[in-house]
């Protein structure tokens, strides 16, 4: 789950923190760097617990109604929500449950904002047509989650300041993780039952490796990158650049030359991209200039064996990372 994407904004804002701390520690930054990964992928089980959640407060809901229709003998309430498969299936998961009790997370001092979520859901249209449709199937089910994800929690202000208040890690994850609880929803099957795999922490070692690469790299290399930066910017007034633009333009040089097959493109691209997020607003243009000039530099002066050809590239794993975390789910 934690992709090339997630990565490299980590390690911008780890390096970033690592020049502000007076301790230059790397070892104790790099235990931080994991550590602040690891934080999103709790974000991943936490918002998938939410549904869960959401689930059993209407299911709370359905039986005080149940109640109180029984004793004025009127027509009992629909359950069709709160025995919605998808969200059954979900909740009866044995790996968002292991994960849940082991760190110990729970949605159950939130109950206010529960409450507001399940009335905004049960004001929606989705949530109306659903109630009334006579469609009785699992991917009806898990379709109205997709789509009451999208529309009600993905972009959920009240959502964004409860978890803030919860760790200064989530900040900067909800948007990247939000495609992945999307993704998630969109795959699960019936047939899988509670062993329904979710997104495991890495894809594969390699994911993890590249962290560290790239953030040991762009530290213990510092004084080389930022000369290569001088002289290769000769065109440029290197004055212009903010102190943020320095470290992200430091990591994308660690990226172009500790991992060859990164075509030029994908890296230059995706440290324009967090400059557009993290610095200034003109810093995106700026550093796309720079860091087109940096790369002619390394080739010209046989310091990398990529060729700029490869900036019209999009076909690497790097780059179908970026397209399949950033997609409409």
Excluded at 171 to 183: A, C, G, M, S
Excluded at 203 to 215: Q, T
Excluded at 256 to 275: G, R
Aim: proline share 2%; hydrophobic share 35%.
């Amino acid at each position: 789950m934690i992709n090339r994407e997630l990565i490299r904004i980590k390690v911008v804002q780890l390096t970033y923190a690592y020049y502000q701390n007076g301790n230059k520690n790397i070892d104790t930054a790099e235990k931080e760097l994991f550590f602040s990964l690891s934080k999103a992928y709790d974000l991943y089980n936490y918002l998938l617990l939410l549904i869960v959640a959401i689930t059993r407060e209407e299911h709370h809901r359905v039986d005080i109604a149940i109640q109180r229709a029984q004793r004025e003998e009127t027509e009992l309430p629909s359950q069709k929500f709160v025995y919605n498969k998808f969200a059954l299936q979900l909740e009866e998961n044995k790996t968002l449950h292991d994960f849940i009790v082991a760190q110990k997370l729970s949605w159950d001092d939130d109950i206010e904002f529960i409450r507001k979520v399940c009335n905004q859901i049960e004001s929606s249209e989705f949530y109306t047509n659903y109630m009334s449709s006579e469609s009785d199937d699992y991917e009806t089910d898990r379709e109205l989650w997709r789509k009451l994800y999208k529309q009600l929690i993905q972009n959920n202000t009240d959502l964004d300041a409860l978890l803030e208040e919860k760790s200064l890690y989530w900040n900067d994850d909800r948007e990247v993780i939000d495609t992945f609880v999307l993704k998630t929803i969109k795959r699960f099957s019936p047939d899988k039952e509670s062993g329904q795999e979710l997104l495991p922490e890495y894809k594969d070692e390699e994911d993890k490796d590249f962290a560290r690469r790239l953030f040991r790299a762009t530290i213990l290399n510092a004084d080389r990158y930022q000369q290569y930066m001088s002289e290769a910017s000769r065109n440029w007034d290197f004055s212009r650049l903010a102190y943020m633009d320095v470290v992200i333009m430091q990591i994308a040089i660690a990226e172009m030359l500790t991992f060859p097959n990164i075509p030029v493109s994908v890296t230059i691209n995706e440290y324009v991209d967090l400059a557009k997020l993290y610095s200034t607003p003109k810093s995106g243009g700026y550093i796309n200039g720079m860091l087109d000039s940096i790369a002619r530099y390394f080739v010209n002066n046989g310091l990398m064996m990529k060729t700029l050809k490869e900036r019209d590239n999009e076909n690497s794993e790097d780059s179908k990372d970026k397209k399949n975390s950033t997609k409409l789910i």
